[in-house]
């Protein structure tokens, strides 16, 4: 098959938490799916190549996924791809949850899970964001989230090249340095649903 680079990205026009919430999925996979995830990541309806050449479509997902999702060469709905995003959030959902030895606010859990989704689920289990958590220092966890804005290595002198504290020439992406707040801010309670959606303690 062949793909193009990235399409326009389309604006979700259906209700996607009143969906979300109809099927049934958790507080923290709703919460995460309508307003960090799919905002973060836009709404493509067809097949597309990412910058690193992976087959991605929908709200980012690719066939590597978490769902056993096999992308085919087609133009999508975007019930589709709601429905496609929730079950893959549920999934990562299901992993980080053992991970987390603490109690946690759907909001906050919600921050991890897009965290999850974003860099994969053994970079959440590494990172000093769940080491924080476990050991009851929730505000060290939330703003640990900001240290993850880095992708892959670049030269000294290159635009937006940054030493990181680790001694390493890293690429500090824009896009990455506001998903990262959102997720931050959800995780300390800065950001409330606007909907008002009955959230509990996980």
């Known amino acids: 098959m062949t793909y193009t680079k990235k399409p ?13 919430i109809g099927a049934g999925f958790s507080t923290a996979v709703v919460i995460s799916a309508t307003q960090i995830t799919a905002t973060s990541e836009g709404l493509v309806l067809t097949p597309y190549l990412d910058p690193v050449n ?33 079950k893959e959030l549920e999934e990562i959902d299901r992993q980080i949850s ?10 906050q859990k919600a921050a991890f899970i ?16 769940l080491g924080f958590l476990n050991a009851g220092n929730i505000k060290a966890s ?6 993850y804005v880095f992708a892959g290595d670049c030269r000294e002198g290159q635009k937006n090249c940054v030493l990181t504290s680790g001694g390493k020439w890293k690429l500090k992406l824009e896009g990455l340095v ?3 707040e959102i997720e931050m801010k959800y995780c300390l309670g800065e950001i409330r649903d606007p909907h008002n959606l009955k959230v509990s303690q996980w």
């Open 142 to 147: 939330c703003e640990a989230l900001m240290k």
């Open 114 to 129: 897009d965290f999850s989704y974003n860099t994969g689920v053994n970079a959440f289990k590494k990172s000093s964001i």
């Open 178 to 180: 506001k998903r990262r």
């Open 98 to 107: 053992p991970l987390i030895k603490v109690p946690v606010t759907a909001y």
């Open 8 to 20: 326009k990205i389309v604006l979700p026009k259906l209700n996607l938490k009143g969906m979300l």
């Open 54 to 86: 992976i087959v991605t479509v929908c709200y980012g997902t690719t066939n590597s996924n978490n769902i056993g999702v096999t992308i085919e060469n087609k133009v999508y709905t975007e019930k589709e791809c709601t429905v496609m995003l929730a």
